[in-house]
């Protein structure tokens, strides 16, 4: 148990850190992620409101089908294109991508790259 609560405070100070500086508008809204053990979650957050624009996750419903038989990374993929379409319905083109105090390699580049890929500039 020891090991899981330093990694956790670990990332905890550094997400304080980079959240620091990192900060949503309504022009320009962070794009946060969150990984469990099973699931990957992606918001759009307007920090000055304390508000969330829009969340996708690997528990929505209508992605479940898509989502069948793929790994963590690829569904990591299918959701950062999926809330960057709505991101782009809504009218927000660009984002700030907030790690979340993660490294930048696995699901939360795949998440990143899906986002990408879908239109949004990170």
Same mark, same amino acid.
Request: glycine share 8%; charged share 35%; proline share 1%.
């Given at each position: 148990?020891?090991?899981?609560?330093?990694?956790?405070?670990?990332?905890?100070?550094?997400?304080?850190?980079?959240?620091?500086?990192?900060?949503?508008?309504?022009?320009?809204?962070?794009?946060?992620?969150?990984?469990?053990?099973?699931?990957?979650?992606?918001?759009?957050?307007?920090?000055?409101?304390?508000?969330?624009?829009?969340?996708?996750?690997?528990?929505?419903?209508?992605?479940?089908?898509?989502?069948?038989?793929?790994?963590?990374?690829?569904?990591? +993929?299918?959701?950062?294109?999926?809330?960057?379409?709505?991101?782009?319905?809504?009218?927000?083109?660009?984002?700030?991508?907030?790690?979340?105090?993660?490294?930048?390699?696995?699901?939360? +580049?795949?998440?990143?790259?899906?986002?990408?890929?879908?239109?949004?500039?990170?």
């Amino acid at each position: 148990m020891k090991k899981n609560r330093v990694k956790k405070q670990r990332r905890d100070k550094i997400r304080r850190r980079v959240r620091a500086t990192v900060k949503g508008t309504a022009e320009r809204p962070r794009l946060s992620i969150f990984k469990s053990s099973k699931h990957v979650y992606l918001q759009l957050i307007n920090d000055r409101e304390n508000a969330t624009i829009l969340s996708v996750s690997t528990k929505s419903a209508d992605l479940q089908s898509e989502l069948k038989d793929k790994t963590s990374v690829e569904s990591a +993929k299918i959701i950062g294109g999926e809330i960057a379409k709505a991101a782009i319905d809504q009218g927000f083109k660009k984002v700030v991508f907030d790690r979340s105090g993660y490294k930048y390699h696995g699901i939360v +580049k795949a998440a990143a790259d899906g986002a990408r890929e879908g239109g949004l500039d990170l």
